[in-house]
């Protein structure tokens, strides 16, 4: 029965190295053209499905150089899409983007999760993706989205799992250069299990929100069927590497 012992991973905190922000971003937009467009892809088509009839403010919250924000906007023409991010040069990356590609429903703005910048229930979506597990303080960001989000405002937010199997996380290690699979090993350890955000939800009064695998429905499948049998990642499954904190809206 040895082999199905899990071990139990504590959880590291990880800091977004701040000291090199250039570099960072641009270390972080190669990973985004190789491997993590597609996930922007899946999660804005999967986002905006339950969005159908609604405006207003979506806030993408560590939005990094923002290609969540911009897969959101063209989808969602009614919303302003904010990508919020603590770093400057990220931010500025995401302006200039969303300016190449003529995408104008957007802002970028520079604020920590911790202090979110809106009014109350001035939002009508929270998204992210691959950010939590820079938290200092998940339950302070978490009473933070409560405090801003609308009257059944919708939020859904995606990131690495720490109980996602070695095999996998490997694997995936594997298709990286040096340094990205160095800070992906990082990230997983960082990350929380289903287990400890569901405590962590449970805390926050957020009405109907779940934590759950990451899983797409199998329209966002098709839609998006080009390009994952073309990405380096095809055939591993989302939910097995990644959790999402979805629900609102009702
Ligand atoms: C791994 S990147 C993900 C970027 C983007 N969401 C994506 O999927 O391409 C994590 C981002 O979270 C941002 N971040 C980390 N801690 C933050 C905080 N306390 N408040 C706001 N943003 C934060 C970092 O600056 C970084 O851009």
Redesign the pocket.
């Known amino acids: 029965m040895g082999g199905l012992v899990m071990e139990r991973k504590e959880r590291i905190e990880e800091e977004?190295e701040l000291g090199d922000e250039g570099e960072a971003v641009q270390e972080?937009e190669a990973l985004?053209d190789d491997f993590?467009h597609i996930?922007?892809s899946l999660i804005a088509d999967e986002v905006a499905q339950s969005l159908k009839g609604r405006a207003g403010v979506a806030v993408?919250?560590?939005?990094?150089?923002g290609?969540?924000v911009m897969e959101m906007a063209v989808r969602l023409p009614q919303f302003l899409v904010i990508g919020?991010?603590?770093?400057l040069p990220?931010a500025q990356r995401g302006r200039e983007r969303a300016r190449a590609a003529g995408v104008e429903n957007v802002a970028f703005v520079v604020?920590?999760?911790?202090q979110l910048p809106f009014k109350s229930k001035f939002v009508e979506v929270i998204v992210?993706?691959?950010?939590m597990h820079?938290?200092?303080r998940v339950d302070i960001?978490l009473a933070e989205i409560r405090q801003v989000l609308a009257e059944k405002g919708f939020i859904y937010m995606s990131d690495l799992r720490r109980d996602a199997p070695d095999a996998v996380v490997q694997k995936i290690a594997a298709l990286l250069n040096e340094r990205q699979a160095r800070a992906f090993l990082n990230?997983v350890r960082a990350a929380y299990t289903i287990e400890e955000l569901s405590t962590l939800v449970e805390g926050a009064d957020l009405g109907h929100v779940r934590v759950e695998p990451e899983d797409f429905s199998r329209r966002t499948i098709m839609r998006n069927i080009e390009d994952l049998r073309r990405s380096p990642m095809r055939g591993m499954r989302q939910a097995t590497t990644n959790l999402r904190l979805v629900g609102g809206g009702d």
Not at 60 to 65: I, K, S, T
Not at 111 to 114: F, I, Q, S, T
Not at 128 to 131: F, I, P, R
């Open positions: 977004f972080y985004t993590l996930t922007a993408d919250l560590g939005a990094g150089p290609s969540l919020l991010d603590i770093s990220m604020a920590d999760v911790h992210s993706h691959g950010s820079h938290w200092r960001a990230s």
